[in-house]
């Protein structure tokens, strides 16, 4: 099946250690979102690439970097975490050529955890 | 700036009930998309239904309904015959036009459905 994948599923990493999460995707979408999901608040979008074009949400933290290496691929990067990044990575993927409404489809996210 | 609110952080139902989970939203855009996605536990979030504003006429998939009134921006969303596999979080969303559009969550609603 077709499916948006992230790993690792469980991520820990101690305060002011990089970490990278993953996501791929078998959609062959040509766009890939990265949301940041904290408990009991709203998903919000850091950013996302149409094919290559890295496009930055204004209040996404120099801290957070993408990478997208190929149209399968997707990183987040997270230089130096601090206790307040600590949330549910979801990553999204869509088509917007597809002919219809652009649907995005999502992993089942990573848990960060910051000690 | 585009906002999404959902006041009913929980809801809980007995199976074979019906439900209702609401949804205000604020935007000064005409044409925009509207979304409820669902959460289960520790699973990828999934598309439940989707409205057009454009369109006058509620959508309705299978035991999933929508009540869209545009002009209170309200768009509550009924699920008729709960199920247990029903239980999750569900989140209203909005996406102002085409394209890599993001999706503006609200906080969710846990719903949770009993035997």
């Known amino acids: 099946d077709a499916m948006v994948i992230q790993n690792p599923r469980y991520q820990v990493t101690q305060f002011g250690k990089p970490v990278t999460l993953s996501c791929s995707q078998t959609l062959n979408h040509n766009v890939m979102y990265w949301y940041q999901q904290k408990s009991s608040q709203a998903p919000k979008l850091l950013f996302h690439?149409?094919?290559?074009?890295?496009?930055n949400e204004a209040d996404t933290p120099d801290n957070f970097q993408s990478r997208r290496p190929n149209t399968s691929f997707c990183f987040l990067d997270i230089r130096s975490p601090g206790l307040g990044d600590a949330a549910m990575y979801l990553c999204?993927?869509?088509?917007?050529?597809?002919?219809?409404?652009?649907?995005?489809?999502f992993g089942p996210g990573t848990r960060l955890t910051v000690l | 700036a585009q906002t999404v609110t959902q006041s009913q952080p929980e809801m809980s139902v007995q199976e074979a009930e019906t439900v209702t989970l609401s949804c205000t939203y604020d935007t000064s855009e005409n044409n925009y998309y509207l979304f409820w996605y669902k959460q289960p536990p520790s699973r990828q979030m999934i598309l439940v239904i989707r409205q057009e504003a454009y369109k006058q006429q509620n959508a309705t998939e299978n035991r999933f309904s929508v009540n869209f009134q545009k002009a209170a921006k309200s768009f509550s969303l009924k699920i008729s015959d709960s199920q247990l596999g029903d239980t999750a979080m569900y989140f209203c969303a909005f996406m102002k036009g085409w394209g890599t559009d993001k999706l503006i969550f609200g906080t969710g609603t846990r719903l949770q459905v009993f035997p």
């Open positions: 999204a993927t869509s088509d917007p050529t597809s002919g219809v409404y652009n649907e995005q489809f």
């Open positions: 690439y149409y094919d290559k074009d890295f496009n």
